[in-house]
């Protein structure tokens, strides 16, 4: 069987390949979670004594706290205003055939491939103009635009795998337009809009790029004040947080996968 | 069937109707509905009228518009013309969620986040009906499915013939004008079908709810209904009873679509009480059609395979039609045989006979004679 052989070579080395490029992709970010564990007075990257301390500063500094806090409630409300756009969008984009419906469904998606560095710019200038620069709103509307497309997507996902004929039948059982939504497609489609919610809320939470431009020092959030903290203090804090990032992004990735699969066919 | 019961077993609904005209014992009326997709004529010139409490089926192959013709009365799509009237109003204009109409689905569509209680609940609450009065109801449909104790499970622990079930109670539960199923039990195995038959007509006769049936299955469609609508190309091309259209075809296509026929290419010699024809294989005799026929013309005779029967050797014929053919071979099907004989254009024969002793099979090559009644030969369009 020397075929099979050969391809059996054939997989090992692209398995090893395939190890060697997640290698190379994550270790740079993993490397900070040794330091994170560093003592005030060493930080390295094998630390020679443990300790906590870092952790205890993020948590009790007035520095690194409140804009913890802010960064929890840009992502919560984007992620809310990116659901109600999203949601009607993507029932219409998948059960309507409406005129033009590709180019709506591109426009929806556009903040996907527009810069961020544009985003950004552009929404400084414009809520700049409006008078309302700097406020959290001007951050939470701005996230609410570059997260859209993600919970759309999932959301999308969400509900071309429900069977359309559940609400032809509902219909026909006399129910309105309103009462076919809320009653039967929305508890249908929980798991995506959870997916998507958290999805959107980890692109939000992790933002730095648009956050530059729209915020103000009252309105800062966590990426913003890690980028800042690596231009003018060099604070070792900064290693804690970042493994605290990492941990969360971790849960909550692996929180949306188990939710792709629908609850009620979880044991089919 | 005039009578329409409610669940409730309440009585009577609408006794008083007898003495009114018919329009009152109308369910469905079809006046003259058309529908095109673009240049595609989807349905064509369709008439029909559905009593209250009839079982009518709508038969014919895939793509003959029956499904078309269900989503028309459903009123998930609209007729390019023509009017639809339910229960004796014009419903063409009124939106689905209106209609007042019940439909199964091949899929059950029922709802999966659901429970089965709140799948039949569901058009209750849809119609504000008190909760006391809701569990009344649901309860009385699931014993009526004889499925009493399934309520708080979740529709997809259920078989496919209780979810169908199921289904149908979430229909029968808020008594509506008519039920239409689309293919109902093409989901299931045939042992589960043949039990579903019966089970939904002692629900319809039980509750005398009106229901208008799509199926391709021809078997199906002699079982179960008062009527066969069967269609073809978007046309209706026969409406009858079910023995009508078997042994009654008035085309080709409905004698060919419905089970197993003989055809002959005929011309007409004299029309008196039969109509005298002549053909390849001699004379033969045939009952009067329901339309006009010239004499010196052409036609096609059909001959139903059980009508048929192999001449022992030595009987006389009679006045029976008789003509001779070659045998090709018998298969028997336990109390039935079936002949294959080969006639001198030909064409292949088909007969069906009870099966007896000492006289089960043909032996091929063997010439044979076949002789029928007159009046078992029909005319076709």
Known sequence: MPRLKARQDHLRISSFFAWLGYFFLVVPSLVVIPISFSTSSEIAVFPHRLSLHLYREF??????????????????????????????????????????????????????????????????????????????????????????PFVLIAIMAGLRHIDPTLETAAMLMGASRWMIFGRVVLPQIVPALAAGALLGFLVSFDEVVIAYFVTSPVSQ?????????????????????????????????LAISLLQKPAWKAND | MIERR????????????????????????????????????????????????????????????????????????????????INGHDATAIPPSKRGIGMVFQNYA??????????????????KVPAIEICRKVQRVLEL????DVGNRKPRELSGGQQQRVSLARCVVYNPALILMDEPLGALDKKLRDQMQLEIKRLHSQLGITMLYVTHDQEEALTMSDRIVLMDRGRIEQIATPDELYFH???????????????????????????????????????????????????????????????????????LNCIQAVAIDSIVLG????????????????????????????????????????EDTLLLR
Not at chain 1, 222 to 251: G, H
Not at chain 2, 56 to 74: D, F, H, W
Not at chain 2, 145 to 148: C, F, N, S, T
Not at chain 2, 355 to 373: F, K
Request: aromatic fraction near 8%; glycine fraction near 8%.
């Open chain 1, 59 to 148: 948590f009790h500094s007035s520095n690194w706290w409140p804009t913890t806090v802010q960064s929890f409630r840009v992502a919560t409300l984007a992620t809310v205003l990116a659901l109600i756009v999203a949601t009607p969008a993507a029932y219409a984009l998948v059960r309507y055939e409406v005129r033009g419906k590709r180019l709506i469904h591109l426009v929806f998606l556009s903040p996907l491939f527009t810069p961020v560095v544009v985003i950004g710019l552009g929404s400084y200038l414009y809520f700049a103009y409006l008078g309302i620069g700097g406020t959290t709103l001007v951050l939470v509307f701005a996230h609410a635009v570059m997260i859209s």
């Open chain 1, 221 to 253: 959030t966590l990426p913003v004040k890690m980028y800042s903290a690596i231009q003018w203090e060099i604070s070792p804090v900064i290693a804690a947080v970042s493994t605290l990032l990492t941990a969360s992004s971790l849960v909550i990735s």
């Open chain 2, 6 to 85: 409610d669940i409730d077993g309440d009585g009577p609904m609408s006794t008083t109707a007898v003495s009114r005209q018919t329009r009152d014992l109308t369910a469905v009326e079809l006046a003259h509905v058309n529908k095109r997709y673009g240049t595609v004529a989807a349905i064509v010139d369709v008439n029909l009228s559905v009593a209250k409490g009839e079982f009518v089926t709508l038969l014919g192959p895939s793509g003959s518009g029956k499904t078309t013709l269900l989503n028309l009365l459903a009123g998930t799509i609209s007729p390019s013309s023509g009017r639809i009237c």
């Open chain 2, 110 to 127: 029922l709802m999966p986040h659901m429970t089965v209680f709140d799948n039949i609940a569901f058009p209750l609450r849809v119609r």
């Open chain 2, 145 to 148: 499915i004889q499925l009493p």
């Open chain 2, 249 to 319: 075809p008035r085309s080709t296509f409905a004698a060919e679509f419905l089970g197993q026929s003989n055809l002959f290419d005929v011309r007409v010699r004299e029309i008196s009480s039969f109509v005298g024809l002549t053909s390849e294989f001699g004379p033969l005799r045939a009952s009067l059609p329901p339309f006009a026929v010239a004499e010196g013309g052409s036609a096609v005779a059909m001959v139903r395979p059980e009508n048929m029967s192999v001449l022992i050797e030595g009987e006389a014929p009679g006045v």
């Open chain 2, 335 to 374: 109390g039935m045989v079936r002949h294959h004989l080969r006639l001198a254009d030909g064409r292949t024969l088909i007969i069906a006979e009870l099966n007896r002793t000492n006289r089960t099979r043909l032996i091929g090559g063997h010439n044979v004679r076949i002789v029928w009644r007159a």
